[in-house]
């Protein structure tokens, strides 16, 4: 673990220097050590896959597997939004984003199946979700069970540094065999 204390956070797989001196700023993470000790407050469970017709009232974050149907970019300049209609072959919702639209659109594909987590809201009598974590089955296997919520900045989380990112990060660290030495003693 004394290894852990030294280890510049910068040096953990995806992190780098400018993340690292973002992490110092906003939540005093500098090392490996810092890292594994910055504690989820909560969790959300990544076990089970809901049909949208099965949405009522206010639902928690889900997961929802299917396909993308169609993508529409409305509204002009600051109102500019992405809204795709997504089925999971029971019934369809409304998917918008808000920020990183170019990207996100070239990015997704109506051939292809995705796992997507967030929280459906209704709006306008129609299910709805915001900005969700997007998935292709393959790498949704890996995002399984429960996972943390971590504490975050909203200057993080403008810098797409979210729940998920700590996560892999933290994945990546325990990964590292070079920087976890066991610490009991071979005999």
Request: glycine share 8%.
């Amino acid at each position: 673990m004394q290894s852990l204390r030294r280890l510049d956070i910068k040096y953990v797989k995806g992190i780098g220097p400018q993340r690292a001196e973002l992490l110092s700023k906003q939540l005093g993470i500098r090392t490996a050590y810092d890292l594994l000790h910055h504690f989820p407050t909560s969790y959300v469970d990544r076990t089970s896959i809901y049909s949208i017709r099965d949405f009522t009232g206010d639902m928690p974050y889900v997961q929802v597997k299917g396909r993308f149907v169609n993508f529409n970019i409305l509204g002009e300049g600051a109102k500019t939004r992405l809204v795709a209609l997504f089925t999971d072959g029971s019934a369809g919702m409304e998917v918008v984003w808000f920020k990183s639209i170019k990207h996100i659109r070239e990015s997704l594909h109506t051939e292809r199946e995705y796992i997507l987590f967030g929280k459906p809201t209704s709006f306008n009598g129609r299910w709805q979700m915001a900005h969700p974590e997007i998935d292709t089955l393959d790498k949704a296997v890996a995002q399984q069970g429960l996972r943390g919520v971590y504490p975050l900045t909203e200057t993080l989380r403008n810098r797409n540094i979210g729940s998920r990112q700590l996560h892999t990060w933290i994945c990546a660290l325990l990964d590292s065999k070079a920087a976890l030495a066991d610490p009991l003693p071979t005999s």
